[in-house]
């Protein structure tokens, strides 16, 4: 069981930006692949009372990864996790908002306000929520780069998956989620920076990414967990960069949540 929800990290921050266009899946970077696309020649790269998701998209064309068959086994192996998780139905509690007015059309905004209100989370409250919040917000991207190698079948269920049981994980497992409530525990949330990578735009400038809709951002943010114990008060600070997804205009009219596909925190301090 990891000690702390946002220390989980699966590489240096830079390495994690250098490749986020030109890999397939969030599963990738952990395990260490490097797929290779034939379509691009080179290495992969609340409103009130409203709880509908993003309209979702499954037209995604298929892509033909060339991959070893150690890479393979890992892709089938992250796959198999994800048939067999279960769906999250998109419904939006009490304390959840879906994002609306002119964060929902900026895709900067958008990733500030999707990260923050991802990572504010309270733990005596039901994780199902928080879950339940993100599958509300997905949409998804007929870009193959992006979702090519998820099954077609299976592809409503990655924007929960990938917070949360796939290879990026900002959402603590249950067991630790149970914990950090019985701590009181609870994160407050600090957005620095949202930024579009330059592996990503360099794509888009190349003619590599079909679908017109998609875009990619990493929001850095400041994560501060507040957990009591024997009746004293901690803080724990935690720098972390998530990269993700995103669909938006002009294949759909507001944007919306794809997945996760790198997240990495570094402790900062702990008081």
């Known amino acids: 069981m990891r000690p702390l929800p946002m220390v989980a990290t699966t590489r240096p921050r830079q390495i994690a930006v250098a490749v986020v266009v030109f890999v397939i899946l ?134 929960a998956f990938s917070v949360s049981q796939g290879s990026t994980q900002p959402v603590p497992t249950a067991a630790d989620w149970t914990s950090l409530g019985l701590r009181q525990g609870r994160t407050t949330v600090q957005i620095q920076r949202v930024i579009e990578p330059v592996p990503w735009s360099t794509a888009i400038a190349a003619g590599e990414i079909s679908d017109p809709g998609v875009t990619a951002r990493e929001v850095t943010a400041l994560v501060t967990l507040h957990t009591t114990e024997a009746g004293i008060g901690h803080k724990t600070v935690t720098s972390v960069a998530l990269t993700l997804n995103l669909e938006g205009p002009p294949a759909l009219a507001n944007w919306g949540f794809v997945g996760a596909v790198t997240y990495d925190a570094v402790p900062v301090s702990r008081s």
Not at 73 to 98: G, K, M
Not at 105 to 119: C, H, I, M, N, S
Not at 123 to 138: C, F, G, H, I, K
């Open 26 to 159: 969030a599963m990738l970077l952990t395990l260490g692949v490097a797929a290779v696309i034939r379509m691009s020649g080179g290495p992969v790269a609340k409103h009130a009372g409203s709880s509908q998701p993003s309209p979702v998209r499954d037209d995604a064309r298929d892509v033909d990864p060339q991959v070893t068959p150690e890479q393979a086994s890992a892709v089938a192996n992250e796959v198999a996790r994800l048939r067999n998780s279960q769906s999250v139905a998109p419904r939006i509690s009490s304390i959840r908002n879906r994002i609306a007015g002119e964060a929902s059309q900026q895709p900067d905004l958008y990733a500030a306000a999707f990260v923050k209100e991802l990572l504010t989370q309270s733990y005596a409250t039901p994780r199902d929520d928080l879950l339940s919040w993100v599958q509300a917000e997905s949409a998804m991207t007929t870009e193959p780069t992006v979702i090519g190698l998820i099954p077609a079948e299976q592809r409503s269920k990655w924007a």
